[in-house]
């Protein structure tokens, strides 16, 4: 296999790239060479994907079996349907990173790959859709709704479509299990979201990888939702992370209702934890009968403290400062109990 990956220095496009070379497979990457290093063994080229001229450059050292494209997150549709049409003669195949974001009832509804999706042109602007009151469904849905379309209209049949609620692993930038295992590693009382057997469907970064890898080279087309099958309960995340630090720690499990009264944050002051109904229900069959496969998430957990902990440092990103109940909020809920 000869693929190109736009994107390709950090977290999943970097994992898709190792994973890539790993399989003796030739690998070109293409990015501004702002994120972080290329990977050694890849054929790395360096251009911005909104302009036009430097994608013309980069088609010229095609043709590649497939494209993987992991960094259209932050683009408008319209910068998505530049790419696709530039580089629609080097490839029969494009493997695109979208998210369960797209999804019109996401989420608050059960998901599978026949819901249906938020309308959004493929010639949008970053300015088209907006985020409703509640926070749902969101202007970034939209837009990744609408390079979804883009990336339909040029490529066809040879589309692909990966939707991940969260992926987590070693080289995380967002900061979500970071943030637990530090608090973990601290100890004492620790604010947890009841109820404890909450399950969750995170999925690890390496796992998203060679399943990418797996549709470049198959035949299928379409989306596929990929969450982890099985996934983990709260409890389960938590002592996970007690484990994996070796922290003296005790969840203390707190109704919902009492950290809405004391302000927190779903998703974010105490991440991976929100109520609505269907962030956790999200169907990943049709990808688990396409191949993919989930390691455990308490051995994510373990890995992810063993990157961190021996100085691992994520692309710096501004979701990072996001994450996270301060020490001085989580201490005045705790006295409130």
């Known amino acids: 296999m000869r693929i190109l990956v736009i994107g390709g220095t950090w977290f999943l496009g970097k994992a898709i790239a190792e994973s890539a070379l790993s399989r003796g497979w030739d690998v070109t990457t293409f990015n501004r060479g702002r994120s972080g290093p290329d990977v050694p063994g890849v054929e790395p080229v360096h251009g911005d994907r909104t302009v036009q001229e430097d994608l013309l450059k980069l088609s010229q050292r095609g043709p590649w079996d497939a494209i993987i494209d992991t960094s259209s997150s932050e683009l408008a549709p319209r910068d998505v349907r ?8 080097c490839a029969q195949r494009w493997i695109h990173i979208s998210t369960v974001s797209v999804y019109q009832g996401w989420p608050h509804e059960p998901l599978t790959e026949d819901s249906p999706l938020l309308e959004c042109p493929a010639d949008a602007d970053e300015s088209f859709g907006y985020t409703g009151e ?3 469904p969101t202007k970034y849905g939209f837009q990744k709704a609408g390079g979804e379309r883009a990336v339909t209209e040029t490529f066809g ?31 004492g009382r620790i604010v947890a979201p009841a109820p404890p057997e909450q399950r969750i469907q995170p999925v690890d970064v390496r ?3 060679a399943f990418a890898l797996q549709q470049a080279a198959s035949s299928s087309s379409g989306g596929f939702n990929v969450t982890h099958p099985e996934g983990i309960s709260f409890s389960g995340f938590l002592d996970a992370c007690l484990r994996a630090t070796e922290g003296d720690g005790t969840p203390l499990w707190v109704d919902p209702t009492v950290l809405a009264s004391h302000g927190v944050k779903q998703w974010t002051e105490l991440p991976l934890w929100r109520t609505y109904a ?6 990943s069959q049709r990808a688990v009968d396409a191949g993919l496969r989930c390691r455990p998430l308490a051995d ?11 100085d691992g440092r994520p692309v710096d990103h501004p979701r990072w400062a996001e994450h996270g109940i301060a020490a001085e909020k989580e201490a005045q809920i705790l006295a409130s109990l």
């Open 134 to 136: 509640d926070g749902s």
């Open 157 to 187: 049949d040879g589309a692909v479509f990966l939707r991940p609620g969260v992926i987590l692993g070693p080289g995380e930038y967002v900061g979500r299990l970071p943030w637990w295992l530090e608090r973990a590693k601290r100890g």
């Open 300 to 310: 994510t957990v373990r890995d992810t403290w063993q990157w961190w902990a021996a």
């Open 207 to 209: 796992d998203v990888a």
């Open 82 to 89: 530049l790419a696709t049409t530039m580089l629609q003669a």
């Open 278 to 283: 269907g962030v956790w229900a999200v169907d």
